[in-house]
């Protein structure tokens, strides 16, 4: 991981669940003095004590070490309004459609920044019946490729990984999609709205 838990983080947690410094060490099995080392920033808990300090906190690790607080209160949540997320190390993709910590092959993944589609990554897009077959002229080597293209709607994704030395092409259900998202692996993640269609 390249974050580690903050007092700041410890103090606002413990506060949010009442708990004195004294009755979290407790828990920990630590001194309170140690605890308020932690919270003034004059040392870090024990990788040790991580588990059982998150757990105490009421929050998972990843959590705890990224500073967020990210709790399922059931809010409504707005497919078309997600983050793609993907991993450096081994391609994976996750689509989120709430707050969330996303961690894979021990990184702490920011959500993807899109960006407007330039000449060298335009997206072709045509209506076969009830499908949109989507096209890209773009490089598909082992170094440089487009790793997945996703058609968004109101009420789900759709998304077709994609491997090196094969076609950048993809076909999506009609079905009330408004956005399409592809990702350059050496260019980032591109998006374009598109009309509804019924």
Same mark, same amino acid.
């Given at each position: 991981?390249?974050?580690? +838990? ?25 001194? !309170? ?27 998972? +690790? ?9 709790? *399922? ?18 391609? *994976?993709?996750?689509? !989120? ?54 058609? +968004? ?21 009609? *079905?009330?999609? !408004? ?5 350059? *692996? ?13």
């Amino acid at each position: 991981m390249d974050k580690y +838990v903050t007092g700041t983080v410890i103090r606002k947690l413990r506060e949010a669940k009442k708990l004195t410094q004294e009755e979290l060490a407790q828990q920990l099995f630590v001194s !309170s003095k140690a605890v308020s080392k932690w919270e003034t920033g004059q040392g870090f808990p024990d990788i040790s004590l991580l588990e059982p300090l998150a757990a105490a906190l009421d929050i998972s +690790v990843i959590e705890l070490m990224s500073g967020e607080d990210i709790r *399922n209160r059931n809010r409504s949540s707005n497919v078309s309004k997600g983050h793609f997320y993907v991993c450096p190390m081994c391609g *994976n993709v996750i689509y !989120s459609i709430g707050e969330a910590v996303i961690s894979c092959c021990g990184i702490v993944l920011p959500p993807l920044e899109t960006e407007q589609p330039d000449e060298k990554h335009l997206l072709r897009l045509e209506v076969v019946e009830d499908e949109y077959y989507v096209t890209l002229d773009h490089p598909m080597t082992k170094e440089h490729y487009i790793s997945f293209l996703a058609a +968004v709607s109101d009420q789900g994704l759709q998304l077709v990984k994609l491997y090196p030395e094969g076609g950048a092409e993809a076909r999506f259900q009609i *079905n009330r999609v !408004s956005k399409l998202h592809w990702y350059c *692996n050496h260019h980032g993640l591109f998006s374009t709205r598109i009309a509804k269609r019924r």
